[in-house]
């Protein structure tokens, strides 16, 4: 089995001892807010309220510490920390669907949908106002002469039409393929990205201290020649570890890969991970939209949001996972309309039709 391996140890060594003594403050303080929790079940109003107000309290006292952090970090853009006050409402409000257990799964595809719009605007949003180009659009309007219309869009040819979809499969899948659709749409001759699909696990048998990351080589599919000098993006929905996407960077490192820039797109990204990638990699930005304090044992992020691939993809029957193209198969026949482009680049990296 051809097989790469990323050990936690490794990880935790990039991080730098005020990396670390922020992970240690930000642990002791969520430690308080599970201490608190228990608190939400009882039938004493008064102790209830109580308990939301130091909740409310701990939850300010460690997003002010974070932001404090990741200002001091220009590789980490975290969207509730750089856009306007009025943006927050949406974004705040948004999550908490995607935390929420009750939301289903179409709901919460929609909801994965509207956080990667709202990403690719953090990330490509600073040049939009910037050099114009035109579409020339025809309506289906033909009375008295076939109508068209023209429309500004923004020139961002230069920084999008290099890219390559990095997916880490499962959970990765649907998100890249949004992103990748954001990109032509932004795109002025249509773009449509390159993809490379990377087989990757964590050893869920262990915990997050000791995790390993497993890149299986025989069960990806990649061209090496299509990623060097490019511009690698990564839309993962969760960032807990960090683990997965420096296993792949590292490992094309290794191949000779000169990426022009790494990318990594999440909608909730913990505070860990996220230092372990921009230490790790050189010319990586994570762009998040929310930033998580701590892990938990099993390297699960806290509040988290559950398993973001079976939110998306559904449960795997444990004895026969699905393929790449079985999980497209299962999104149906809207959403492979919607991104035919991109299902189109997908099924011909797996099927080794690449021209």
Request: charged share 25%.
């Amino acid at each position: 089995m051809n097989n790469v391996i990323l050990k936690a140890e490794a990880l935790d060594g990039y991080l730098t001892e005020k990396d670390k003594e922020n992970v240690f403050l930000m642990e002791s303080v969520y430690r308080e807010v599970l201490s608190c929790s228990g608190m939400f079940g009882i039938d004493n109003a008064e102790k209830r309220g109580q308990g939301e107000e130091t909740l409310i309290r701990l939850f300010n006292e460690m997003g002010t510490m974070m932001q404090k952090i990741c200002k001091a970090e220009p590789g980490l853009k975290v969207y509730s920390f750089l856009t306007p006050d009025e943006s927050h409402a949406e974004t705040s409000r948004l999550i908490a669907k995607l935390r929420d257990v009750r939301t289903e799964r179409e709901e919460f595809i929609y909801y994965i949908q509207r956080a990667y719009e709202m990403l690719f605007k953090l990330a490509f949003g600073g040049t939009l106002g910037v050099n114009k180009n035109y579409l020339i659009v025809k309506t289906p309007v033909s009375e008295p002469l076939q109508n068209f219309a023209v429309h500004k869009i923004p020139n961002i040819d230069a920084k999008i039409e290099n890219t390559v979809m990095c997916v880490m499969l499962r959970g990765a899948l649907l998100p890249s393929a949004i992103m990748s659709k954001e990109i032509q749409e932004y795109s002025s001759h249509g773009y449509v990205t390159p993809f490379a699909l990377f087989r990757i696990r964590r050893d869920d048998s262990k915990s997050e201290n000791d995790m390993e990351y497993i890149l299986d080589l025989d069960r990806s599919f990649f061209n090496l020649e299509r990623l060097d000098g490019r511009d690698l993006i990564f839309a993962d929905p969760m960032n807990a570890t960090g683990g997965s996407l420096v296993t792949v960077v590292k490992y094309l490192l290794e191949q000779g890969i000169k990426p022009r820039s790494v990318q990594f797109f999440n909608v909730i990204s913990a505070l860990k991970g996220a230092l372990r990638v921009v230490r790790a990699l050189e010319n990586c930005t994570v762009y998040t939209l929310w930033m998580d304090p701590v892990l938990n044992s099993a390297a699960y992020i806290m509040p988290g949001l559950g398993d973001a691939g079976d939110r998306i993809n559904g449960r795997d029957v444990e004895e026969a996972p699905r393929n790449i193209i079985q999980l497209i198969a299962d999104y149906g026949s809207n959403i492979a309309r919607l991104y035919r482009a991109q299902i189109r680049e997908i099924e011909e990296t797996v099927l080794g039709t690449q021209k």
